[in-house]
């Protein structure tokens, strides 16, 4: 197997995270921040306490069990201020590893708990958003979510929120949840809907259940993206369909190992699916539940599964391509991309370059990127 590439030369890559959860993604001091000035009871009081009530980073067994730990972080997550805090926080993690383009996704519905208006809930996300790409240069979209295990009169109601929001921050509507025995196609009105609208579309499927959940999160509901797919490699039919129409592929390795979508990070599809030549992306799922980091899980793909700077390179101008982005600002960032990447080395024992300055990337965005964000921060 090829010498590990080191986290600390992953660290300065480019890269992207189209697959993170915000309500998964808090630090585990603001979640004691929040709880003590709500005023909300937690199974724990420190750190070490929440973290293994939460069983963060531990093998949950499976999917259901692994969403556990968002009874905790939602708790916290019922303000305008709150929402906002851990939106800027997210990105300004992300912006700390070069993560330049970041699509966060969280379903509106769970925030209302306190009476929180859902147009004020996608407010205070989006304000927290910006705030951190004025300050770091990062540039994040909102993906909205309907929840697969609540009524798909809910999912409806998500949908149209985000076509009000469409060119107003949010860039595309997913359906997150628990996947057995909550199939898309009950959710389809909310799918009809946004498709109606144009807006992008990505699903978690094949997951927790098996390739038809990827067969109808394509065919009947229209995904552009999916979100795992850990399990199209049963159907080859299926997997072949998804790489002529370079359907991207949302893998969030050590996610799923945590819950029991695969055996270990070594058994995992995703070189498999490389080496066939489709669209995979590697992204973080839960910052705070998995204990990761974009720049981790390329690191474990190196050193688990074997994966080269060029296999790395290859995956992360595919989160680029990948990107619910208007095409002339993704051809800007592949551009720009493209030209860092050069300066690594194919070689794991040639010398890295030195780290790229997040002031120029805050002073260099994408032209048409940059005009996005200011678009958003006129809404």
Not at 65 to 86: C, I
Request: some cysteine; hydrophobic content about 40%; charged content about 25%.
């Amino acid at each position: 197997m090829p010498h590990t590439i080191p986290l600390e030369v992953i660290e300065k890559l480019p890269k992207t995270d189209l697959h993170v959860h915000l309500d998964g993604s808090l630090r585990l001091s603001t979640i004691l921040a929040l709880a003590d000035k709500q005023r909300v009871e937690l199974p724990a009081r420190d750190e070490d306490g929440l973290r293994k009530h939460m069983n963060l980073g531990q093998n949950c067994g499976s999917l259901v069990e692994y969403l556990k730990a968002f009874d905790v972080t939602l708790r916290v997550l019922q303000t305008a201020d709150a929402l906002t805090r851990t939106a800027y926080e997210l990105a300004e993690d992300a912006a700390r590893e070069n993560v330049r383009y970041m699509e966060v996704r969280y379903s509106p519905m769970l925030h209302t708990r306190r009476g929180l208006k859902l147009t004020a809930v996608v407010e205070a996300v989006l304000e927290g958003l910006r705030a951190a790409h004025d300050k770091y240069g990062i540039e994040s979209a909102v993906i909205l979510c309907g929840i697969r295990n609540v009524s798909p009169e809910s999912s409806l109601e998500m949908a149209e929120l985000a076509v009000a929001y469409k060119n107003r921050g949010v860039v595309g509507f997913d359906l997150a949840g628990a996947e057995y025995d909550h199939p898309a196609k009950h959710h389809r009105a909310a799918f009809q809907l946004v498709r109606d609208n144009n807006i992008n579309v990505t699903i978690h499927a094949g997951e927790a259940y098996g390739p038809e959940s990827i067969h109808q999160a394509i065919h009947v509901c229209g995904a552009h993206r999916i979100g795992h797919g850990c399990r199209l490699r049963e159907d080859g039919d299926l997997l072949h369909y998804v790489n002529d129409h370079r359907i991207a592929l949302e893998c969030c390795p050590s996610s799923n190992v945590q819950t029991g979508a695969i055996r270990d990070l070594a058994s995992h599809p995703i070189k498999l699916y490389k080496n066939l030549g489709l669209r995979v992306t590697v992204n973080t799922d839960n910052r705070l539940v998995t204990d990761t980091t974009v720049s981790k899980e390329l690191w474990l793909c190196s050193k688990e599964l074997g994966f080269t700077m060029a296999d790395l390179k290859a995956v992360i101008l595919s989160g680029f391509k990948s990107a619910f982005l208007p095409f002339h600002v993704k051809q800007q960032y592949l551009r720009r991309v493209s030209e860092e990447l050069k300066a690594f080395p194919d070689h794991a024992h040639d010398a890295p370059p030195a780290p790229v300055s997040s002031a120029v990337t805050a002073q260099q965005p994408a032209a048409q990127g940059a005009q996005t964000i200011q678009i958003v921060a006129k809404a």
